[in-house]
């Protein structure tokens, strides 16, 4: 056995270790130091962010304490205080468009939920041509959200479009869709949640297809019923991915503009106006800018509580898929 | 009568045979290992007989019904996964109880039939945890006894063990066993470890691609081995396979018979089996001699094959010799208290009647 | 004996193939009308039944980009040529500067997270989720005060900070996903901390930074509000375009339109089916990925 002595490290091999080049780089160096890295690789995205989002946003805060017509540049703002907040939430203007976006969000968001859960149960299995099937069903979200507006008023104009001519062969009677405010806010729901369940279909079919195969081999050695293979095994896997299209197509709709702008203008009358539309009207054709920006902060505040649902529910989705 | 029989079992895959015209008996009661290195067949058998795969061809019998067209949940077998395979939104209690709800029980008597099994398994401390937090042994623990809850007419294992630590492994293998006695049904575990298979197994079936070389009590497979595949398959250290020409047989003392060899550059001899006697003189074989059936001797003579000692092995008890000779690997296995050095030359005897002899084409020659 | 095949768990027969195929037409049927529509000629386009057999034509692609309004006069462009390379350069160039400061974002988020990183990353998440309506009005204003509006730069620096949040989001979910292992075995070689970004890092994700730009470049491409509003003439892009298009006296050229719209949509088509695999982590912002 040979005997295993230390070997000797000369004192001067470590004395010589390159100590940290100080001006070496100048400016740079000093700007990649260690200690300052993570903020300056940070900065000039929270600049940009903050110079065109965060500064706007705070000037507009500024500005929904007074009264101020962007159009009369010259006539300067009058402090009016709260009075646009206040008139905000007693406008009755205000809660009509309130519940014309809370009618379609509900109305979109349940169908989208629905049916793209039902998509993604149809495409969980592998079958024949299921690939190109699954691409044809995604067509709807390439196009443009004001194209689906433009092209859907062609489906639904009464004499051109098809689906009023298809009712036509049935009722003999020509079909007019966008006439009455139910007939147009449902006109709408069904094009957003055309265009959109696909969406949820997306989200849940990765999850249906993360189960493990051998759990539902397990389940049919088990002789358990498809009812409770469904609610033990499948349905906590898609769960909490349900509740993140859920809050993400919330947010999103209820932002909605491009299709009722386009496709109704808001109407017949104001009763698809939503409130994005109708926040843009005020600025934009009225001038109310003050009015505009504390409505707009409302909104925001909704947006807010919103998004911090939809973070937590991802955190909760990271710690439970591991 | 509830047994398990395998005709002409064969599955391809697309290209790929996987499983070609396999027999196999398993009978009342009878533990059987399905054992062989990956890609031999041995997992894709057993998930034919649960039904999770369909068979290509051949006959499933299980209590002597033919299966072949019965989906898996009504054959009315218990598997257990090699991942495991526990519902992770359920409880360990839920999770044993899942099959029963299948057999129409009330809620006392599936109560009654998990604190059972728990009991039997050592669950009880943990009924109320779901399985992301529970350990590798638990989990095993529990796959099982999701398995014995019920009242199957088969027990299947896939790589039970496989994820286990050494120790665990040897703790669950006795428990197993015992289990499996208790319950005393037709089971075909799937493994790759021998150990696994040489203790828990009645019957041994070792595969190799797709075909079923031997089946054999754990003692007939060590003690003669058919093929030269079986042979350096099962028992560790691996055993000396060499390649040799017989010269001659000769009557040896006590009406044994006495072959001849040429191997390794110079001429042994040992005591063969009278079949030999068949083989044409001048044909090539394949000796094979485990290694703790040699012993050390001096070297010198025909009955002690010279070897030069490379590399000295120790394993606790024993120590393991890695010997050369002409290029050719040899081991030995000896006890630790042998004086030996690296480098010297080395005289290897078999012990009588422990010489294997292949023929030509591998198979033994009895 | 009839033996039923037993299928393996996972699997469907044709009869489901028949199901989905009858369902996805649903969805593709419109994109399909208009693809058709772009080929008819206006009496074709609004037959009735639908003619799904009709002699295609090309007339309306041309006319996207050249018009001719005088009887017998030479045919002028439209100015199609203009929008579509607006909205390819206002896009492209956005994207880029997005994806170049976000990059570096996204690497300072990842690896050297601050204190208040959950924090930062959440009001950059907000930013995005606003209702860009929000947003606009102040934005406007100031556009118009500094002689922004209907130039460039003042639409490709607002696009820029649109696609910021989202290009740190991904890239961010792609440098997660990286193995450190590699990055501390350089970093124990002496390499400097640039290096092990540029040598080791930056080679791993180009495939996610390409995705993040397609993906980026879509939703710019088909984004209408902010370009309503602060693109003048010259800058206008596609979209904006479209909707002027219907708000005609003489009646909707649905041929034309619709020409329009296939032209436009091609990108994206491509685009989805060449990056399916990161579809996903697309549509939502880098925070599901599998």
Known sequence: MTSLTP?????????????????????????????????????????????????????????????????????????????????????????????????????????????????????????????????????????????????????YEPTLGFIPRIVQTFTGVPFVILDTPTKAIIAIICADAWMWSPFVMLLVLAGLVSVPKYLYEAAEIDRASTWR??????????????????????????????????????????????????????AFNYFRTGRASALGYIVLFGVIVLTSLYLYAIQTRRSEAG | MSEIRLQQLTKRFQNLLAVDRVDLEVAPGEVMCLLGPSGCGKTTTLRMIAGLES?????????????????????????????????????????????????????????????????????????????????????????????????????????PLSRLDIQLRQQMRTQIKEVLEKLDKPTVIVTHDQIE???????????????????????????????????????????????????????????????????????????????????????????????RSFVLAPPGGEETLRATLDLVEPMGAELLLHLLQHGSDLRCVVRHTTRVTVGETVGLRCKPGQLHVFDENGALVQ | MASREVRAIGQAGWGRTLGAAAISLIYFFPVLFIIMTAFKTRSDALAWPIKFIFTPTLSNFISVFFRVTVEGGAAEATGFGLYFFNSLFIGGTSVLLALIIGTSAAYGFSRFPLRGNDTYLFMILTTR????????????????????????????????????????????????????????????????????????????????????????????????????????????????????????????????????????????????????????????FGTIRR
Request: aromatic letters at 12%.
């Open chain 1, 7 to 155: 070997v000797q490290i000369p004192p001067q091999t470590i004395a010589a270790a390159p100590s940290p080049r100080r001006s070496a780089r100048g400016f740079l160096g000093w700007l990649m130091a260690p200690e300052r890295r993570g903020p300056m690789l940070v900065a000039p995205a929270i600049a940009t962010l903050i110079v065109v989002n965060i500064f706007p946003l705070l000037w507009s805060y500024g500005l929904s304490f007074f009264s101020y017509n962007a159009k009369y540049i010259n006539r300067p703002p009058r402090w009016i205080g709260l009075d646009n907040y206040v008139d905000a939430f007693t406008d009755p203007e205000v809660w009509d468009r309130f519940t014309n976006t809370a009618v379609i969000v509900i109305g979109s968001v349940a169908v989208q939920l629905v049916v793209g859960f039902l998509l993604a149960l149809l495409f969980a299995r592998e079958f024949p041509l299921r690939r190109y099937l699954l691409m044809l069903v995604l067509a709807p979200m390439m196009l443009s959200l004001s194209a689906v507006g433009v092209f859907f008023k062609l489906f």
């Open chain 1, 229 to 282: 293979r469904f609610r033990t095994i499948t349905f906590p896997y898609i769960r909490s991915l349900l509740l993140l299209a859920l809050l993400f197509r919330t947010i999103e709709t209820f932002k909605i503009f491009d299709v009722p702008y386009v496709l109704t203008e808001g109407g017949p009358g104001t009763s698809t106006e939503t409130i994005s539309v109708y926040l843009f009207r005020l």
């Open chain 2, 55 to 159: 068979a290509t061809d051949g006959n499933i019998l299980i209590a002597g019904k033919r299966v072949n067209d019965l989906p898996a949940r009504e054959r009315n077998v218990a598997m257990t996964f090699q991942f495991y395979a526990l519902y992770p939104s359920l409880t360990v209690a839920e999770n044993l109880a899942y099959p029963l709800h299948a057999d129409g029980l009330s809620r006392t008597q599936i109560n009654e039939r998990i604190a059972q099994v728990s009991k039997v398994l050592d669950l009880e401390g943990i009924l109320k945890r779901r399985p992301h937090q529970l350990g590798e042994g638990e989990k095993q623990r529990v796959a099982v006894g999701r398995s014995i809850v019920r009242q199957p007419t088969c027990f299947l294992f896939d790589e």
């Open chain 2, 197 to 291: 298979a040489l203790t828990m197994a009645d019957r041994i079936a070792v595969m190799r691609d797709g075909r079923i070389e031997q089946v054999a009590t754990p003692h007939d497979l060590f003690a003669y081995p058919v093929n030269t595949f079986v042979a350096g398959f099962i028992g560790t250290p691996q055993m000396n396979l060499v390649e040799a020409t017989l010269r001659a047989v000769e009557d040896g003392p006590d009406g044994t018979a006495r072959g001849r060899f040429d191997l390794l550059g110079e001429s042994f001899a040992a005591r063969v089996e009278p079949g030999v006697r068949r083989l044409p003189a001048g044909g090539r074989v394949t000796l094979g001699v485990r290694p």
């Open chain 3, 129 to 284: 989720m606003m209702p860009p309506i929000i947003a606009i009005i102040p934005i406007f204003v100031l556009f118009n005060v500094f002689g922004l509006s209907g130039t460039y730069i003042g639409i490709i620096a607002l696009y820029t900070a649109f696609n910021l949040p989202f290009s740190i989001w991904m890239v961010k979910s792609f440098f997660d996903d990286l193995d450190r292992d590699m990055e501390d075995a350089a970093r124990m070689d002496g390499s400097s901390e640039w290096k092990v970004f540029r040598k080791i890092c930056l080679p791993q994700v180009y495939a996610g930074l390409a995705a993040t730009f397609v993906f980026a470049v879509i939703l710019t491409w088909n984004e209408f509000v902010f370009a309503l509003l602060l693109t003048g003439t010259q800058t206008r892009t596609v979209p904006v375009q479209i909707v002027r298009t219907i708000g005609g006296a003489l009646g909707v050229d649905w041929g034309l339109l619709s020409a329009l719209e296939t032209l436009f949509i091609i990108p994206v088509v491509l685009v989805t089916f060449a990056l399916q695999n990161q579809l996903l982590r697309g549509v939502t």
